[in-house]
């Protein structure tokens, strides 16, 4: 069956970083656009990040230059690189791949406080 497992979440300070994965199981990785989204408490789930297949990529407008986001095909993974993080940014991440179908991973819990 299909599995979008995350990890790297956690508690961090303000400014800091953290760097997020998600292992892909079940689907032709490379034939899928993937991506990042994030639900914080009150608020409506949000693409942060997403990433074709051939890498073209684009950002949500509040993380543009703090975030990167970046494929390895041959692994089935993806990764969000999250560099100077705000109290902003707490929320569950949630990894995502879209193609003839959608799927969704369990989530990972961000929480930047200090």
């Known amino acids: 069956q299909v599995q979008l497992v995350e990890s790297g979440g956690g508690l961090v300070q303000p400014g800091g970083s953290l760097r997020l994965s998600c292992a892909a199981s079940g689907i032709i990785f490379r034939m899928y656009v993937m991506g990042w989204y994030r639900q914080a408490p009150g608020k409506q789930r949000e693409l942060v990040a997403r990433?074709?297949?051939?890498?073209?990529?684009n950002y949500a407008d509040s993380v543009k230059a703090r975030f990167t986001i970046s494929r390895d095909n041959a692994k089935n993974t993806v990764s969000l690189e999250m560099n100077s993080l705000e109290p902003e940014d707490t929320a569950v991440y949630y990894c995502h791949a879209a193609h003839i179908s959608v799927w969704w991973g369990q989530g990972t819990q961000v929480t930047v406080s200090s």
């Open positions: 990433i074709a297949p051939d890498g073209i990529s």
